[in-house]
């Protein structure tokens, strides 16, 4: 199993540019997430999708972050148009099935860092 | 609401000496607790969890965790530490009855001394 596979590792924009971050989760997990972490706040759930549907929405910071799940091996996470505040490691985390003993399985990251 | 509280962002042990990570929960409903390692440019990897079950939990690489409810703790222990642990620890928690959110703590970056 390839595990969570995150797209692209890295990532250097310019403010006011858009920016598209990838996920592909575990085949057969039924539940994604993506995090945010930065020395400041440390890990934050941005969104959490259940079945391809978007649970709960509250931790995007505004209305310039947009999240996708159009179907069930693949996430968009969308910022536009971004800013330097926006520079954090990104994180994506799969999960099979919704009960709480499940482990998250997270990818290795997008290291978003805008100029 | 749910949270938890890692006492001690950095901690500095020297090889083979016991290393204790503190977490503290705080959960209006039984908690299901959990840590996670981070090592460096990875994503986080599950150490051990809590679930009601047994309140002493064991992990992978040695670690273990004890939960007490009088306390509110989940402290993480090796007894010995080794070079390969030094990483980032994070505590987690999700409140029963919820869906899967989980809150992690701030973080708490292990060094290990040779």
């Known amino acids: 199993d390839a595990g969570v596979i995150q797209s692209p590792r890295h990532e250097v924009t310019e403010m006011g540019q858009e920016v598209t971050l990838r996920c592909k989760p575990i085949?057969?997990?039924?539940?994604l997430f993506w995090y945010r972490q930065t020395m400041m706040r440390g890990l934050e759930l941005l969104i959490y999708?259940?079945?391809?549907?978007?649970?709960?929405d509250s931790g995007m910071p505004e209305d310039r972050f947009s999240a996708k799940m159009p179907n069930a091996s693949f996430s968009t996470l969308k910022i536009q148009p971004s800013e330097p505040r926006d520079s954090a490691v990104y994180f994506c985390a799969s999960s099979p099935g919704t009960g709480q003993f499940n482990e998250q399985f997270f990818g290795p990251g997008t290291r978003l860092t805008v100029l | 609401a749910q949270s938890v509280t890692q006492l001690g962002s950095h901690v500095s042990v020297s090889e083979g000496a016991l290393v204790l990570l503190r977490c503290n929960y705080s959960?209006?409903?039984?908690?299901?607790l959990f840590w996670y390692v981070q090592y460096p440019n990875q994503g986080l990897q599950l150490l051990l969890k809590?679930?009601?079950?047994?309140?002493l939990v064991k992990g992978i690489n040695g670690f273990e965790a004890e939960f007490k409810k009088s306390e509110t703790s989940f402290h993480l222990t090796k007894p010995s530490a080794h070079m390969s642990d030094a990483a980032e620890y994070f505590c987690a928690v999700i409140s029963s009855g919820g869906y899967q959110k989980v809150t992690f703590g701030i973080g708490t970056k292990l060094q290990v001394i040779p």
């Open positions: 085949s057969g997990h039924n539940s």
């Open positions: 959960s209006s409903v039984p908690p299901y």
């Open positions: 999708f259940n079945n391809n549907v978007p649970i709960d």
């Open positions: 809590y679930t009601s079950a047994a309140t």
